[in-house]
């Protein structure tokens, strides 16, 4: 249990366009999802925090108008990244939490998309 | 959420247990204690998690001092599949917010 996906699992965009990611809670249900990004050597760092039907709640620093959230249902969230830079070139990982086998909140990662922007 | 100290890195013996250090003096009584591993360029992946009392599961062992200051994550027989940076992270109850710090490189050796 507690399978999380991402789709895709890289992407190479041109500067300007935007890019969407879709993550799935495969075998459970999520009230939560949270989207991290990761530079090179670096660790993760939260970005936004999202629960089903709401808005997302944004980390300090993190543009909402540029990281578009969207969390329609209990399985499925999705970020954009709109006019994506080069600077925004990174490896974006999602989360899930939701009641699973007793685990409360525990946080199931998904496999990261590597971002690549030209 | 309390912040953690972890050694940067660390090497293991393949088959021998790795025992992996964390310090969280400042825990308060509703924060729970947990272990993430992240592998080279995936997602991190959950290992286990603990309150007070000491837990394993099938992938390791945490063991949670008396005073709750300090934990460590021991995986039994440790493979070179186990290498990983390792992620001990302290997080409220109420709360699902993950704060990840630089965490221990762990390197498994033949």
């Known amino acids: 249990g507690a399978v999380v996906s991402q789709h895709p699992s890289w992407v190479i965009c041109k500067s300007g366009t935007s890019v969407k990611i879709e993550c799935r809670s495969l075998?459970?249900?999520?009230?939560?999802m949270f989207w991290y990004r990761q530079f090179p050597k670096q660790s993760l760092m939260l970005m936004a925090t999202s629960n089903e039907g709401s808005k997302a709640t944004y980390e300090q620093g993190v543009e909402k108008d540029k990281f578009l959230i969207n969390h329609a249902s209990l399985t499925l969230s999705t970020l954009t990244v709109t006019s994506a830079h080069p600077e925004d070139s990174s490896f974006y990982i999602c989360?899930?939490?939701?009641?699973?086998?007793?685990?409360?909140?525990?946080?199931?990662f998904g496999p990261g998309t590597r971002l690549t922007v030209l | 959420d309390a912040k953690t100290t972890q050694p940067p890195s660390m090497d293991c013996a393949e088959g021998r247990a790795a025992n992996l250090p964390c310090n969280h003096s400042?825990?308060?009584?509703?924060?729970?204690v947990y272990w993430y591993r992240q592998i080279h360029s995936q997602g991190p992946q959950y290992i286990i998690h603990g309150l007070k009392n000491n837990e394993t599961n099938e992938m390791a062992s945490l063991i949670i001092t008396e005073d709750r200051k300090s934990s460590t994550l021991i995986l039994p027989h440790a493979t070179l599949r186990d290498t990983a940076v390792y992620y001990c992270i302290v997080r409220k109850a109420a709360g699902n917010k993950l704060t990840f710090g630089g965490g221990t490189r762990v390197l498994v050796k033949p």
């Open positions: 400042t825990i308060s009584g509703n924060e729970y």
């Open positions: 075998d459970f249900q999520a009230t939560t």
């Open positions: 989360s899930a939490a939701g009641w699973l086998a007793g685990h409360t909140d525990t946080q199931y």
